[in-house]
């Protein structure tokens, strides 16, 4: 019974590679399992999914569970914080200052975080591309326009 359980599961997590993610919660099994949730508990449901299966990271590397690879690749734990934090992200960036900016700085080994925050804050339109932009295209405009 287990091992049809595991089958089961992962046949599931490993053929979700075409579906998309939810720009709010992220890619992961909480995305492609909980799909269009029209409330707040269906996104807390598809948050918390994604961050207690631990899949989100391998599927951001992989490019599975409806994630994108980005293209230029900076380091797990910030594509991961990325991910995660896209919101919180965008408001610090148009602001010019934060305490997520100065993690991402601190996960991308950046030691001038003054001059990064700027520089994202200068490069919002460029980074922040769209209310729909993902993820992966947010890590290469950073890295297109600040790294």
Do not use: W
Not at 91 to 97: D, L, P, Q, R, V
Request: aromatic share 6%; net charge negative; glycine share 8%.
């Amino acid at each position: 019974m287990k091992k049809i359980l595991l089958s089961t599961f992962a046949t599931i997590a490993l053929s979700t590679a075409v579906m998309a993610a939810n720009s709010q919660t992220g890619c992961g099994l909480g995305g492609t399992v909980l799909k269009n949730p029209d409330s707040a508990i269906m996104f807390a449901l598809q948050a918390t999914t994604n961050g207690t299966s631990g899949n989100q990271t391998f599927g951001i590397t992989s490019g599975s569970s409806g994630c994108k690879k980005t293209k230029f690749v900076m380091n797990e734990r910030a594509e991961e914080f990325v991910a995660s934090n896209m919101d919180i992200l965008a408001k610090e960036i148009s602001m010019g200052h934060g305490e997520s900016i100065d993690t991402l700085a601190e996960l991308l080994n950046i030691e001038d975080t003054a001059t990064f925050s700027a520089s994202l804050q200068t490069n919002f339109n460029s980074i922040y591309t769209s209310q729909e932009v993902e993820m992966n295209d947010v890590l290469d405009n950073i890295a297109s326009t600040s790294v």
